[in-house]
């Protein structure tokens, strides 16, 4: 693979990416129309979740994309490290949250995925090439702050998001003892 050093003083993956992104396409004399961001806390990102994702961009309306996987197991809701996602018919983002959303009233929380389709948020974007280098000029918004989810930013400025649903179970990595989960079953040898 090919390497590219880049800023220590980064806010973002994404910012990470888009500086990335701008060294590459100078050093090879080149463009390209979307960037595909996989975030380091995704190391088992399937190679077929990177062909759905990149499938967002056969409609040329797409700016941003990212995929989204059906939430199946009620603790996962309330988990503030799987970041949820609630979507348009038209599977266009509307929020991300590290809360559960939405809410379900009159229902005991560990029986809201009996009466909501809840969605987790994969860490895995893919980005227009100009779309990436816009937003990344963006100052922090306030919903961004709140949840700490940079999405938001991307949102509350009027981007749109499309996501992609997947039944691929990627295991992230984001805590200690995801790691310790992972090395104690093996994927990784």
């Known amino acids: 693979g090919e390497v590219l050093r880049t800023s220590t003083a980064h806010e973002s993956g994404t910012d990470r990416c888009a500086e990335a ?3 590459y396409q100078a050093d090879k004399h080149t463009t390209f129309d979307v960037v595909i961001n996989i975030q380091g806390d995704e190391p088992f990102i399937d190679p077929k979740q990177i062909e759905l994702l990149a499938s967002c961009f056969h409609d040329s309306n797409t700016q941003i994309a990212t995929l989204i996987k059906q939430i199946n197991e009620p603790a996962d809701i ?3 490290n799987n ?10 983002a509307i929020y991300f949250s590290r809360s559960p959303i939405p809410y379900i009233r009159n ?3 560990v029986e809201w995925i009996k009466h909501h389709r809840f969605f987790k948020h994969i860490g895995i ?3 227009q090439t100009e779309v990436l280098q816009a937003i990344t000029q963006l100052k922090q918004s306030s919903l961004e702050v709140a949840e700490s989810l940079e999405q938001n930013r991307w949102l509350e400025n009027e981007y749109s998001i499309r996501t992609e649903i997947t039944d691929h ?3 992230s990595i984001d805590t200690p003892a995801d790691l310790e989960q992972v090395l104690k079953s093996n994927l990784i040898k």
């Open 78 to 80: 309330l988990n503030p």
């Open 107 to 109: 229902h005991d929380a």
């Open 21 to 23: 992104a701008r060294l």
């Open 83 to 92: 970041p949820k996602v609630v979507i348009t018919k038209q599977k266009q």
């Open 125 to 127: 974007y893919a980005y």
């Open 169 to 171: 179970e990627s295991i």
